[in-house]
């Protein structure tokens, strides 16, 4: 049985990669919204660009794009659009061409979660093991070091387009490694032509769950450092700190995924991981003290780490269709949480506060945690029925 143990870390890379970069992006937005002069709603209607190309993206990049040229040359595009968007989000000097600049960073997003996330699948399929909590794991590695470095970076170099200029670059040069190590198109048996039908019902539905979790993602990834810095006080080169210990919180449960799913099982780990470590949370920001909410944002870092995982788990196993397809269908579902999402993220901060958003984060997820148990809990009666 072939390993793909170099398939597997190389695209491990690109996902600690993407999200360092995005990480230490997200720890400059307060500095980036002051440079521009933009309210909350502004950057709202940025994520929202984002997500309308994102959206389309995704299918072009599962129906056409990855049959056309494989998973390994589509990683490799999104690379190449992707490495300087952030760059060109923080040296553009105005509104109008700010909103421009979210048009190449949605495309590129849209190229690489999917294909990187088919090809993990894939390797899963061929080996029987569980990769995926891990790979999420290298995004949730990513974040955390990017917002850690972003501190380094805010305190010691004065411009900020030195910091992303170098780690583009990087990034950019990892496409060598992806070319020598990636997965070879003939071990892929991507399906060519895939006519156009809507999902399936099942895919819907895990398709809901993922496209609320990503719609409200943004409250920790894109405004939890406004939160620190306009809420709680807290000084600049500190607002990465909801991300570092969520991330914190989120890698080292992701790292344990497979065994707490062979100790445990899936239903646990996705559902009631996610709904208990949702009320610790909403309990820590009633005290709006960061010696509450620190602890509490790790506790729910790790609870709904693995929620994403099980979603996409559970949906490959219930799909009759292709796993390109059926991943890039997710993600096109799951990423229209971001067209709607940061705009009515974006207005609720603006008019009842940040706080509130967060409240609203750890009901929301709650009931994506209900909502999963009772997906699982009805497939596994079917199944029975049907046996």
């Excluded at 794991?137 to 170099?157: D, Q, T």
């Excluded at 990087?170 to 991507?190: A, C, D, N, Q």
């Excluded at 996610?274 to 309990?283: D, H, P, Q, T």
Aim: aromatic letters at 16%; one cysteine or more; charged letters at 10%.
């Amino acid at each position: 049985m072939i390993s793909f143990n170099k398939e597997r870390n190389a695209c491990f890379g690109v996902a600690f990669l993407l999200m360092f970069i995005i990480g230490t992006y997200f720890v400059h937005i307060p500095w980036n919204m002051d440079r521009l002069n933009i309210s909350e709603s502004q950057l709202g209607f940025g994520i929202f660009i984002f997500g309308i190309f994102n959206f389309f993206s995704n299918q072009i990049s599962g129906r056409l794009i990855v049959p056309k040229i494989g998973t390994t040359n589509t990683i490799i595009l999104g690379i190449i659009i992707f490495a300087f968007c952030p760059l060109l989000l923080i040296s553009v000097p105005n509104y109008s061409l700010f909103l421009i600049s979210w048009i190449p960073f949605g495309i590129s997003i849209g190229l690489l979660f999917p294909t990187m996330q088919t090809q993990i699948s894939i390797i899963e399929e061929r080996t029987s093991k569980i990769f995926t909590p891990l790979f999420q794991a290298c995004f949730s590695a990513g974040s955390l070091f990017g917002a850690l470095c972003a501190a380094f970076f805010i305190k010691n170099f004065p411009d900020p387009r030195i910091t992303f200029f170098l780690i583009g670059t990087i990034f950019l040069l990892y496409v060598s490694v992806i070319f020598v190590f990636g997965m070879k198109r003939k071990m892929e048996h991507i399906q060519n032509n895939t006519k156009f039908k809507l999902p399936s019902g099942n895919i819907f539905i895990y398709g809901f769950l993922l496209m609320m979790n990503f719609a409200t993602l943004g409250i920790i990834i894109d405004w939890s450092p406004v939160w620190l810095t306009k809420d709680l006080g807290a000084p600049l080169f500190l607002g990465g700190m909801i991300i570092l210990f969520f991330n914190f919180g989120e890698i080292f449960a992701r790292l344990l995924a497979s065994k707490l799913i062979h100790l445990l099982n899936e239903e646990i780990v996705g559902g009631y991981f996610s709904l208990l470590s949702c009320i610790v949370l909403g309990l820590s920001i009633l005290t709006m003290n960061l010696n509450f909410i620190i602890p509490g944002m790790i506790l729910f870092g790790f609870g709904t780490a693995n929620f994403v995982a099980v979603v996409y788990r559970q949906a490959i196993k219930s799909s009759n269709e292709p796993i390109n397809l059926t991943v890039s269908n997710l993600a096109t579902l799951g990423f229209a949480g971001f067209i709607f999402g940061p705009v009515i993220v974006g207005y609720m901060a603006e008019y009842f506060g940040l706080t509130f958003n967060m409240y609203i984060l750890s009901i929301i997820w709650a009931i994506n945690g209900i909502l999963l148990l009772y997906l699982m809990r009805t497939n596994t009666d079917k199944g029975k029925l049907s046996n």
